[in-house]
């Protein structure tokens, strides 16, 4: 029978603690989500600003949806490409300082589209990735579905990053590192990383969806942020589905790498543009940061969390950003105690194989602006309650 190896494939992950399962979130406002039932503090979401639900954004949306309708209708470079996408591409160019910007419908898309559109068809196919170990899935996969050869340097080791790089002398090079990591919640070298680009005649590519919309003052994120210019990163992606509180993403760099990408990019052409409403929504969202004091709160939460952390004596890793692992080292450990949370009404994120290395399961906690005080201070008690009762 075909594919009847599904079941068994599935026993397998199940016995190994790895099987993933999904919830289904009836109910969800103010940091509360409620599943099955029950009501839990929201600490999961990728929401660091809480702009999912800013009124603004709200009724921008359905402005865009009276004005343009619900879906934009076609590819880009039919007559899905509408001045609610165009003036959003606009302004991040302009705040971004960088010369052109292209909007996807997902980051997935983007870094794949970035990588088999570099790496295609008129490139002489001796092109050299070097990625970040811990670089998103969506780039991995990209980088090995191009004509590319990928190789990989231990995270954040700059001195492994030179070593594979010293081996190497291929035309066009790639290297590319995220702003801020998804899953350990820390940031890259960038100068080191942008001495050794430049050194190597290569590009530096900035996944920057942790960083966008939290980091700079005008929440253009880690390039931003670092003043880093459009020669130092030719290219940064960001994305709108976690600070921005929308969806889709971006990539901004040259003229010449926009135009490209228009021209070349299959997950640009042959994908139906994000709807016109969505990019409006998305604009005001970006001009809404700024003067929201959202980012401060953000920060205040941060430091709330790692203080309280240490009086209860939980150990946690260096993160400066919203995202804080707690790790554990063990799928099934980690599952019960993310259950044990779950029973206090906390809910965080059980991070495991494969999308962390073995041995490094994890909670991932995310906070939020939209997180009170007193939210932050019964995840920390429950925490310390959870990791009594489970280790
Ligand atoms: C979430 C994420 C992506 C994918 O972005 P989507 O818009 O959710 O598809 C890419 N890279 C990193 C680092 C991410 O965290």
């Known amino acids: 029978m075909a594919f009847d190896w599904l079941d068994t494939a599935l026993d397998h992950k199940k016995q190994d603690g790895y099987l993933r399962t999904r919830a289904v979130v009836e109910y969800e406002k103010d940091g509360i989500i409620c599943i099955n039932g029950a009501h839990y503090l929201n600490f999961a979401s990728n929401d660091y600003l809480g702009l999912r639900h800013e009124e603004g954004v709200l009724q921008t949306w359905v402005e865009g949806l009276a004005q343009f309708g619900g879906g934009s209708g076609a590819s880009p470079l039919v007559t899905g490409y509408t001045q609610a996408h165009q003036a959003l591409e606009a302004y991040l160019a302009e705040h971004l300082n960088r010369e052109a910007v292209l909007l996807f419908n997902s980051g997935f898309a983007a870094n ?231 029973a206090r009404g906390i809910w965080v994120g059980a991070i495991r194989y494969p999308t962390v290395p073995k041995t490094t399961d994890r909670l991932r906690i995310t906070l939020s602006s939209s997180h009170t005080r007193r939210d932050i201070e019964a995840l920390v008690d429950a925490l310390a309650l959870a990791r009594e009762a489970v280790t």
Not at 222 to 228: D, F, G, I, R
Not at 271 to 279: D, E, V
């Open 112 to 342: 794949q589209a970035v990588c088999q559109a570099l790496f295609g068809q008129h490139n002489s196919g001796d092109g050299l990735i070097v990625a970040d170990k811990y670089m998103h899935a969506s780039f991995i996969d990209g980088a090995l579905s191009c004509n590319a050869t990928l190789k990989r340097f231990r995270h954040n080791d700059m001195q492994h990053a030179r070593q594979v790089l010293a081996k190497h002398h291929e035309a066009d090079c790639l290297i590319a590192s995220e702003g801020v990591f998804s899953m350990d919640g820390d940031s890259a070298p960038l100068d080191e990383l942008i001495a050794l680009s430049q050194a190597h005649n290569s590009w530096l590519m900035l996944d920057d969806a942790h960083g966008f919309g939290v980091l700079g003052a005008r929440a253009m994120g880690s390039a931003e942020h670092y003043q880093l210019s459009q020669q130092q990163v030719p290219l940064v992606m960001g994305t709108f589905g976690k600070a921005v509180g929308t969806a889709g993403a971006f990539v901004a760099g040259s003229q010449a790498l926009i135009d490209y990408l228009v021209n070349e990019a299959r997950h640009y052409i042959y994908s139906t543009a994000m709807p016109p409403a969505q990019a409006l929504a998305t604009l005001y969202a970006l001009q809404h940061i700024p003067g929201s004091g959202r980012q401060q709160q953000l920060q205040d939460n941060i430091t709330t969390f790692r203080q309280r952390s240490e009086q209860a004596g939980l150990v946690l890793s260096a993160s400066a950003s919203a995202i804080q692992p707690v790790m554990i080292g063990d799928p099934d450990q980690t599952l019960a105690l993310a259950d044990a949370l779950k």
